[in-house]
């Protein structure tokens, strides 16, 4: 939750400053991000395109080599050719695992992208409900604010009236308490009969 300092009737403006500056921050941060994977999938597709073509080198060497297998009798260098064609396919076949494993961190990256702008524009969705809510809050206060200026002197003034006549009463009690205990002495006492 956003914290906001009040200073009479409006917002404390640096502190939404802040905040705005805080999320241009984060979408200039995502935005360099994005241009760095963009970047990143530009070598990467080249380099993929020059594995391709290295590919396809191997795979013409071997079938070079395979035809010079057919044409060679001698053992020992079509096991040698053999031996080649063992290599270069294990070679092959770790450069297609590592275009997997590009490919793979391609799709997380643009995946983390997605998610980064999603939450991104939620923070901003939400710090525009709360500074709704704040001027609402702001609203609400200035309203109360008024209303109390407006009514202190009528509640002054009644304060005053109900002090008055709370004395009042405190003294007719008094003088109608005396005048029962005096009215109960005289009824009390018995004529002298002469």
């Given at each position: ?150 009514k202190l002197p009528q509640l002054k003034a009644y304060d005053t009236m109900l002090k008055k006549a709370w004395y009042e009463m405190q003294e007719t009690e008094n003088s109608m308490d005396i005048s029962l205990r005096l009215w109960q002495r005289k009824s ?7």
């Amino acid at each position: 939750m956003i914290k906001t300092k009040f200073l009479g009737n409006s917002v404390f403006e640096p502190t939404k400053i802040k905040n705005e500056n805080e999320l241009q921050k984060i979408k200039k941060k995502l935005q360099a991000q994005n241009e760095a994977r963009k970047e990143t999938i530009k070598e990467l597709s080249e380099e993929i395109k020059s594995i391709d073509d290295f590919i396809a080198r191997i795979t013409n060497d071997i079938g070079v080599y395979e035809q010079r297998i057919k044409e060679y009798p001698d053992g020992y260098k079509i096991k040698q050719l053999e031996s080649d064609n063992e290599t270069l396919t294990s070679e092959v076949n770790k450069i297609r695992q590592k275009i997997k494993n590009f490919k793979s961190d391609e799709e997380s990256s643009l995946l983390l992208l997605d998610t980064l702008m999603e939450e991104y524009n939620e923070l901003k969705n939400d710090k525009i409900e709360l500074s709704k809510r704040i001027q609402t809050l702001n609203k609400v206060i200035e309203d109360l604010n008024q209303e109390k200026q407006e009514k202190l002197p009528q509640l002054k003034a009644y304060d005053t009236m109900l002090k008055k006549a709370w004395y009042e009463m405190q003294e007719t009690e008094n003088s109608m308490d005396i005048s029962l205990r005096l009215w109960q002495r005289k009824s009390s006492y018995k004529p002298v009969v002469k």
